[in-house]
Structure formats: C-alpha cells, structure tokens
C-alpha cells in the first residue's frame, strides 16, 4: 500500500519505513473516505510593549526554499529525507500564509503607525524582512515540530539592516494523528511569530 493509491487517509504521502506508532495510524487508516482538511495558522502578538506609532513598516513575503514554498505540511522522516502530510495541506502556501499572520499581528498589536503587504502604498520606515528555514514536523525519533524563521528589520530610507535575529521553537506532538502533527506546528509557530513580532517593535 501506498500514500499516493490508496483510498484511505494514509498518514504521508509516499511509502517509507515508519516507527510502530506511525505505522499502526497508516494502517488503521486503510478504507475510510479520502478528503483533503485544510489548515490555518494562529498568532497573538503582546499587547504589552514599546509604542511605535510614527512609524511605518512592510512586511515582504517570506523567502523558503522550494520544499516549503507550497501548501504542503513537511514531516521529516530522517536527516535528509522529508515525505508530506497525507490528506492535509495549508490554506495558502506556508509564505503567503505567514506573511498574512505576521501583518494580522503587528495591526493587531495597536503599535504601530501603519503595517501593509508590498503594493499598498504606504509610506515605509521599516521593513521586516523574513525567512523560513524550517517549518516541519520531525518523525524520526520523538515526533516534535520545529520552526524557525529568521528575521531582519531594513531601513526602508537608506537600506541599512538594523538589527537581526534567528527564532526558533521546537513543541512536542502529543499523537499521531494529523490534527496533532497540525496542533504542534502551530504552537511553535505563535512563539517564533510573537517573537518576531515583539521583538520588532522594541529594535525600530
């Protein structure tokens, strides 16, 4: 049986070896209804913190390498192999998806003069300049789920980098079902984007 034929709701997408517990989701799996779930990502920023109300900021689309440019969800099976999740996949690709989150949070926020996407015609003061080194679950041992996106604040005036960092988060999955797999990445993902976002308002 594979992930790809058949009709069942397999935990990945192709065949591999899987630890028990894994295994044992695929084949109980086996005769149900395929149906794709779609998943959304959460982020609450802190309400406490530096006011930057004269200033402006852009929020690009994140950088990803192409494994992650998608709308699928990444589980890793060994150091340099990674499958997708079965019958899962993000309601947009991961950038446009954190990128869209990112800028929910920073208006969110109330911190700020102003926060917009590229194209909008703001003003800019600053942009924060992201990317996603990794966005996955890791089932090659104690299943986690990892995320980490590193993050520059750019002078939009005269292109000076004014502070840069790396986050990172690693939350343990609690099952084996995808829901789970879900639940993890986007725990990990709220720290790393409040982070992101807290840290922002306290470098600008």
Known sequence: MTGNKTAGRPLLRHPMILALPLLAALLASCGTAAKNDTFDLSLTPATEGPSAKTKQVLVPQP???????SDQVVVRVSSSEVQYLADSRWGDTLPNLVQAKLVQ???NSHRLGGVGKPGQGLAIDYQVVTDIRTFEVNASGPRTATVE???KILNDRNGTVKAQ?????????SGADNRNFIGALN?????VGSQIVDWSLKSM
């Open 105 to 107: 949070a920073f208006e």
């Open 187 to 191: 725990k990990a993902f709220a720290q």
């Open 165 to 173: 960092n790396v986050f990172r988060a690693v939350v343990p999955v």
């Open 63 to 69: 950088t990803a390498v192409k494994m992650l440019d």
């Open 149 to 151: 996106i590193s993050a």
